[in-house]
């Protein structure tokens, strides 16, 4: 089972250049699979899209909206850790019964657990922040020695932006998307 998430994306303009034969491997992978949308719930919850994906469960059960969530008796935000907002992705269920699992830049998803037979992938082209996560051990030797250093930023730039900036930017996530493909 293979999983493409593509998210942020304007998924029209995608279905427009699946159609005008300009993303043929995506085309390929629609015919051969099943493609669909997936939305929030409840609307306007963009970032619980994963946590919910991952865990397989709905907010009310999982009960993690955002990537960074206000902790009151801290007075802050902080992003979720596992220790006060647990979270068991559906794929931990697969590794006990043999499944061997691939993850490759999902969002919010939990560090593996030493049971992971698999590769995993996080972080390492993140814009946010999120601290990279790379199983099995070596790999991301292994990866920075083939493909270089991440190109992505760790953080987005806050505040007003000039033009030149905004192309910098624009062309910095077009040469990270190529080196983490």
Same mark, same amino acid.
């Given at each position: 089972?293979?999983?493409?998430?593509?998210?942020?994306?304007?998924?029209?303009?995608?279905?427009?250049?699946?159609?005008?034969?300009?993303?043929?491997?995506?085309?390929?992978? #629609?015919?051969?699979?099943?493609?669909?949308?997936? !939305? *929030?719930? &409840?609307? =306007?919850? @963009?970032?619980?899209v994963w946590p919910s994906f991952n865990t397989g469960r709905p907010l009310a059960e999982h009960?993690?909206?955002?990537?960074?969530?206000?902790?009151?008796?801290?007075?802050?935000?902080?992003?979720?850790?596992?220790?006060?907002?647990?979270?068991?992705?559906?794929?931990?269920?697969?590794?006990?019964?043999?499944? #061997?699992?691939?993850?490759?830049?999902?969002?919010? !998803? *939990?560090? &593996?657990? =030493?049971? @992971?037979?698999?590769?995993?992938?996080?972080?390492?082209?993140?814009?946010?922040?999120?601290?990279?996560?790379?199983?099995?051990?070596?790999?991301?030797?292994?990866?920075?020695?083939?493909?270089?250093?991440?190109?992505?930023?760790?953080?987005?730039?806050?505040?007003?932006?000039?033009?030149?900036?905004?192309?910098?930017? #624009?062309?910095?996530?077009?040469?990270?998307?190529?080196?983490?493909t």
């Amino acid at each position: 089972v293979v999983v493409i998430g593509i998210d942020t994306a304007d998924l029209d303009r995608v279905e427009r250049l699946v159609g005008a034969g300009r993303m043929p491997r995506l085309a390929a992978l #629609r015919a051969a699979g099943l493609c669909g949308r997936v !939305a *929030p719930w &409840p609307p =306007g919850f @963009f970032d619980m899209v994963w946590p919910s994906f991952n865990t397989g469960r709905p907010l009310a059960e999982h009960g993690w909206y955002y990537g960074k969530l206000w902790r009151p008796g801290r007075m802050r935000l902080e992003m979720r850790r596992p220790d006060w907002l647990p979270q068991e992705p559906f794929w931990a269920r697969l590794d006990p019964n043999g499944y #061997r699992v691939g993850l490759v830049d999902v969002p919010f !998803a *939990p560090v &593996p657990d =030493g049971r @992971f037979s698999g590769v995993y992938i996080n972080g390492w082209q993140c814009h946010d922040g999120t601290i990279a996560h790379i199983a099995p051990a070596g790999l991301e030797h292994d990866i920075t020695a083939r493909f270089g250093r991440p190109m992505q930023p760790r953080l987005d730039p806050f505040g007003p932006q000039s033009a030149a900036r905004l192309r910098a930017i #624009r062309d910095g996530a077009i040469d990270a998307t190529a080196q983490i493909t």
